[in-house]
């Protein structure tokens, strides 16, 4: 089982569990999809889950996809992250952007 694999079939329990979800995304970022809500807005969680896989930030909650660290740590990892940042002037920041 991979840790995407393992998280996918865990517990509600397990899924809520921050040292079993940290572990999981760092190993494959995207099973921040299967974190609970309350860790998915963990800005430790969603950075682990976001350099590991940039486009893992499609599960981050709201608050961090428009926070700018995080979606500059996304992008180094993935390019194409900057889709599932929620904020407009993130988009409209050169900084960002190049």
Known sequence: FSALDALSYASVALSADREVVLAAVKQNGYALQYASMELRADREIVLAAVQQSGVALE?????????????????????????????????????VVL
């Open 59 to 95: 599960y981050a909650s709201q608050e961090l996809r428009s926070e700018r660290e995080i979606v500059l740590a996304a992008m180094e990892q993935n390019g194409e992250a900057l889709r599932y940042g929620s904020a407009d002037e993130l988009k409209a920041d050169r900084e």
